[in-house]
């Protein structure tokens, strides 16, 4: 079994400031990875992904997250934040190669950038 | 194109009695997924069809919920004699494979009040 967990519930950041949201997973098996970003009343959308290949992934919005297998994580970074980026993040994992996508979620970090 | 469309967006009932939630997923995808998101919590898998069967509901709680999608398209969530432990936001997601590396659309939920 896959578990996720998002080590802080919540950050707040003035805007233009960097900003990183941690996420650090536990498998046993390899792992596919993904954040999610929930705006207040919509649907979860996926910011971005990494199966395979480079370690630093780049996603949309000017997110970017980075994968490092030695200390399980998967932390989100943005270098200048904007009052839009104000959400929910979620931090997911699902079982490398497997056949279907079942994902395994973190607690959610929220974050809010402050004028 | 549409995105994943869920009804009601809210569903408020009385403990003991029985709801039905509807999904509508983007059209051609096949695979389809059900999540449920208590109160600050992240959304937590319930149960995953690919075309009109259930390939895993391990995430079912218990007996007294169930799911179906006769025809591979929508898909309705049922849940029986409601307890408050109920409430939450249930999500839908599709996905145009079944692969567990492809993305995930959520729609925006349904939010069910047990009373």
């Known amino acids: 079994a896959q578990s996720v967990t998002q080590l802080d519930s919540q950050v707040p950041v003035f805007e233009e400031a960097p900003v990183e949201l941690r996420c650090n997973y536990s498998?046993?098996?390899?792992?596919?990875l993904f954040w999610y970003v929930q705006y207040p009343n919509q649907g979860l959308q996926l910011l971005l992904k990494?199966?395979?290949?480079?370690?630093l992934v780049k996603g949309i919005n000017g997110f970017e997250a980075e994968f490092n297998k030695s200390q399980t994580s998967f932390h989100l970074r943005k270098p200048s934040v904007h009052i839009s980026d104000t959400a929910e993040y979620f931090c997911?994992?699902?079982?490398?190669?497997?056949?279907?996508?079942?994902?395994?979620f973190g607690q959610g970090t929220i974050l809010t950038v402050h004028p | 194109g549409a995105g994943v469309s869920q009804t009601p967006s809210n569903k408020v009932t009385e403990k003991g009695k029985y709801v039905e939630l509807r999904c509508d997923p983007i059209s051609g995808h096949t695979a389809l997924y059900w999540y449920r998101q208590s109160l600050g919590q992240g959304p937590e898998f319930l149960i995953y069809f690919q075309g009109t069967g259930a390939a895993d509901d391990s995430g079912l709680p218990n007996d007294r919920f169930f799911a179906v999608r006769p025809e591979g398209s929508v898909s309705t969530l049922k849940i029986q004699r409601t307890e408050r432990g109920d409430s939450a936001v249930y999500l839908c997601?599709?996905?145009?494979?079944?692969?567990?590396?492809?993305?995930?659309?959520f729609g925006p939920g349904t939010r069910l009040t047990v009373l």
């Open positions: 498998s046993s098996v390899s792992v596919y």
């Open positions: 990494y199966l395979s290949g480079s370690t």
């Open positions: 997911a994992v699902s079982r490398g190669g497997t056949s279907y996508g079942k994902l395994t």
């Open positions: 997601a599709s996905s145009l494979t079944s692969g567990g590396g492809g993305e995930q659309f």
